[in-house]
């Protein structure tokens, strides 16, 4: 099995297992309905684990765009590959998203409300600030790469480095998921979104396009965030391009800033 291929697989399964529970949570008539935010953040970084050992000896077990782009960046990836896994990664959750809709498929009909089914397949906010959105992804992904990183530098007992991994991710949820339920993954966003857009629904509304930049372009930009971040604390170094990830970071945050003390 190729590198590609395992990206492929562990995304998919990432997010089959982790749609599927917001599936199961919000979709009427669910067994799992309203079990609450809880149950969708311990599912979502037991997914993680699933997916990492599932493909870990194969590909690494990026399973997002972001940590493959951070990894990059800091130089324990070859750039000429990132291509090949993004691509892997977005048909990955696209195939995983159609797998969930297959999965819950008398339960569309059932459900009337179009967020609702929306948010089966991608993220949205909270409340809805542009700004604001786009500095909780840029935030939740800086700790999901620094911490991946950070990890990697410790020495753990054998096969136990998914499983941190995985709680990392049920803390992000937990303390930062609930601004704009941390995608903090291009292709656990995008790829879902494509799906939700070309299946056959019932009543499914529109796939809102306006927002959909958001948790693609802050989870790369937090990547590279925490890619800096480590590169600065555990290497002693700091490349030029980090300080220019710096700068649109506060200008985000300022920016939001400002926009909600005028409202």
Not at 64 to 80: C, K, Q, R, Y
Not at 135 to 159: C, P, Q, R, Y
Request: proline share 5%; charged share 10%.
């Amino acid at each position: 099995m190729t590198p590609y291929w395992g990206e492929f697989i562990g995304t998919m399964l990432l997010i089959l297992l982790g749609d599927g529970v917001v599936a199961g949570v919000i979709l009427k008539s669910s067994k799992a309905e309203n079990a609450g935010w809880t149950v969708i953040t311990i599912a979502w970084g037991l997914a993680v684990v699933m997916a990492i050992y599932a493909v870990g000896q194969i590909s690494g077990a990026h399973l997002n765009p972001a940590v493959t782009i951070g990894l990059a960046a800091e130089g324990s990836f070859d750039w000429e590959k990132v291509p090949g896994y993004m691509l892997a990664q977005l048909l990955g959750a696209i195939v995983g998203a159609k797998l969930v809709w297959l999965h819950y498929l008398p339960h569309w009909k059932r459900t009337h409300d179009q967020a609702t089914k929306l948010a089966v397949f991608c993220t949205g906010p909270a409340i809805r600030s542009t700004w604001s959105n786009l500095f909780s992804e840029i935030m939740g992904t800086f700790v999901l790469v620094g911490g991946v990183l950070f990890i990697g530098a410790n020495k753990f007992t054998d096969g136990l480095n998914p499983i941190v991994v995985g709680a990392l991710v049920v803390s992000i949820g937990m303390s930062l998921g609930g601004t704009t339920g941390y995608a903090i993954n291009p292709a656990r966003d995008l790829g879902p979104r494509i799906a939700h857009a070309l299946l056959p629904i019932a009543g499914k509304g529109g796939s809102d396009w306006a927002y959909s930049w958001i948790p693609v372009v802050g989870p790369i930009i937090g990547g590279l965030l925490g890619a800096a971040f480590y590169c600065a604390a555990f290497k002693v170094q700091c490349q030029p391009w980090a300080w220019l990830v710096f700068l649109v970071f506060m200008a985000v945050g300022t920016i939001a800033w400002f926009k909600e003390k005028k409202a």
